[in-house]
């Protein structure tokens, strides 16, 4: 065990560390350039050419589907009138 000088030094580390890192973190220059940093990590800008094949992409799938709707339907509709 220490003494008492360790014991407040201990406490006053255990005090001044989340505070300095709370302080440090917080400051609207470091937390700015983390945000935009992670932001544009995560959602890059739209790129209008790729924004343009994925709606096709989706268009011509929701087509494809019904298409085949619309074959079973006929399908169906043959056997009822058999």
Same mark, same amino acid.
């Given at each position: 065990?220490?003494?008492?000088?360790?014991?407040i030094?201990?406490?006053?580390?255990?005090?001044?560390?989340?505070?300095?890192?709370?302080?440090?973190?917080?400051?609207?220059?470091?937390?700015?350039?983390?945000?935009?940093?992670?932001?544009?990590?995560?959602?890059? #800008?739209?790129?209008?050419?790729?924004r343009? /094949?994925?709606?096709?992409? %989706? !268009?011509l799938? *929701?087509? #494809?589907?019904?298409?085949?709707?619309?074959? /079973?339907?006929?399908?169906? %509709? !043959?056997?009822? *009138?058999?």
């Open positions: 065990m220490g003494t008492w000088q360790l014991e030094f201990k406490m006053s580390l255990y005090m001044a560390f989340p505070v300095t890192m709370f302080h440090y973190f917080n400051q609207p220059g470091n937390y700015e350039h983390w945000v935009n940093k992670v932001r544009e990590e995560y959602y890059p #800008k739209e790129n209008k050419e790729h343009r /094949l994925i709606e096709e992409s %989706i !268009k799938h *929701n087509q #494809k589907i019904e298409e085949k709707e619309l074959e /079973l339907m006929q399908q169906a %509709i !043959k056997k009822n *009138n058999l």
